[in-house]
């Protein structure tokens, strides 16, 4: 360690709540800069790859459009005509989730959700069977056992099989339902292996049921949304233009839904995220702003305090760029401090939220260093602001004359 450097340590220790202080802001900075930035890169990055991981060739529609809400309700009227008139179609899915609460006393839980759909969802949706059959057939009797296929969590938490009856009481808590219980027997149909989320949603939780049994126990017709999937993904547009005329038609000549593909589901991402990404370059630049004035206010009063010792240094030959130099190095020392442990308890807590928060805090990236370039631009950014902040200062420190200084009282 050289004596400059020796001597810079020195005085930071000598000024512990001053240096702490700086230190403070520069971590602050870092860790909610780095939380923030986490959080944004990976929850793209994930709901990217959930989408990408259903291919190229499916389409969405749902009702309502950004500005307004729907007219008319779509339905698997909807959804059959789609499947009907539409060209270059692999397969249409519609689905169902209402508001029911599904009591099983095997297993001393209410069911957050059941899903109403076809055997289709399972092509778009990529899952596989690990046993029984997706082909969910009802005869429109509540009394005959309802079949469901089972997702992987849901399964294997309850160890249930194929063909295992469940009673439950199941309870419609939506507006056209009107409230009520029904007393029904669940039959395990098939079972799926591990599937993973889309956009946030544990589809290895899910409960699926024929549509036809949905709508009769909630006394709806509303429909969640329709996924479908096109033959090629050279058909996507065609596609979705078409599905966009046929639902428009049934509709009465309104387009009060929304029709998106692989590619608007991306674009939407990206947008919706810019949008938060604007806010935390508010917040970024904020912290910058308090860190560099750290670093300007405490520099200023080292040299104001340090008058005398700088005229002693200039009496007995330190050249301006050896005064100035001295204050760069104390602030830049304050500076990378801060910037490391900010770092270090970035990344602390990242790992933390994703292992144990949950939901948002689980796309957090666990290594900042996944950020890429913008990681280290941060980090650069971060020490020049400091360095130049500080640059004032230990410039005027190095204007001094010795008489000059050695004189004030």
């Known amino acids: 360690m050289t004596g400059r450097t020796t001597l810079a340590f020195r005085y930071l220790w000598r000024q512990k709540m001053r240096t702490g202080f700086v230190v403070a802001t520069f971590t602050a900075a870092v860790t909610v800069t780095l939380l923030l930035t986490s959080a944004i890169v990976g929850t793209e ?5 959930e989408i990408n991981a259903l291919g190229v060739t499916w389409i969405y529609v749902e009702p309502g459009t950004s500005n307004s809400a729907s007219i008319y309700p779509l339905t698997v009227g909807d959804a059959q005509a789609i499947a ?38 399972q092509s778009i949706f990529k899952y596989s069977i690990t046993t029984g059959s997706f082909a969910l ?19 294997t938490t ?7 009856v469940l009673p439950a009481t199941i309870v419609s808590l939506s507006a056209s339902g009107g409230g009520g219980a029904t007393q029904v027997n669940l039959v395990v149909a098939g079972l799926l292996g591990a599937r993973g989320s889309l956009g946030g949603t544990d589809l290895d939780s899910a409960i699926f049921t024929p549509i036809s049994a949905l709508e009769n126990l909630t006394n709806s017709i509303s429909l969640t949304y329709i996924f479908v999937s096109a033959s090629s993904s050279e058909y996507v547009g065609g596609v979705t233009s ?4 046929v639902v428009q038609q049934r ?32 917040v970024e630049a904020t912290l910058l702003m308090l860190s560099s004035m750290s670093v ?23 050249h301006r760029s050896d005064i100035m130099g001295q204050f760069l190095l104390e602030a830049s020392l304050m500076s990378v401090s801060g910037i490391g442990i900010g770092v270090i308890l970035g990344t602390a807590v990242a790992g933390y939220l994703k292992a144990n928060a949950g939901g948002f805090y689980s796309y957090l990236l666990t290594n900042p260093v996944q950020l890429g370039p913008y990681f280290y631009e941060l980090l650069g ?14 410039y005027q420190a190095s204007r001094l004359e010795a008489v000059e200084a050695l004189t004030e009282l």
Not at 91 to 112: E, F, N
Not at 242 to 245: E, H, L, N, P, R
Not at 296 to 315: L, Y
């Open 137 to 155: 057939a009802w005869g429109g009797n509540l009394s005959a056992p309802l079949p469901v296929v089972a997702g992987y969590n849901v399964w």
């Open 45 to 49: 990055q994930t709901f990217i790859g």
């Open 381 to 394: 950014v971060l020490w020049g602001i400091g360095f130049l902040f500080s640059m004032v200062p230990a």
């Open 251 to 282: 509709h009465q000549g309104y387009q009060d839904f929304t029709v998106l593909s692989e590619q608007s589901w991306v674009s939407y991402v990206h947008d919706q995220l810019a949008q938060f990404s604007s806010i935390i370059s508010l």
């Open 296 to 318: 300007f206010v405490v520099m200023t009063m080292a040299v104001r305090d340090r008058r005398r010792v700088i005229g002693a240094m200039r009496a007995i030959g330190a």
């Open 158 to 164: 309850h160890d249930l099989s194929v063909g295992q």
């Open 242 to 245: 078409a599905i966009t005329s």
């Open 84 to 121: 009907r008139s539409v060209p270059h179609l692999a397969a249409v899915a519609p689905i169902m989730i209402d508001g029911l609460s599904v009591d099983l006393p095997a297993w001393g839980k209410s069911l957050a959700d059941i899903t109403g759909t076809n055997a289709s969802v």
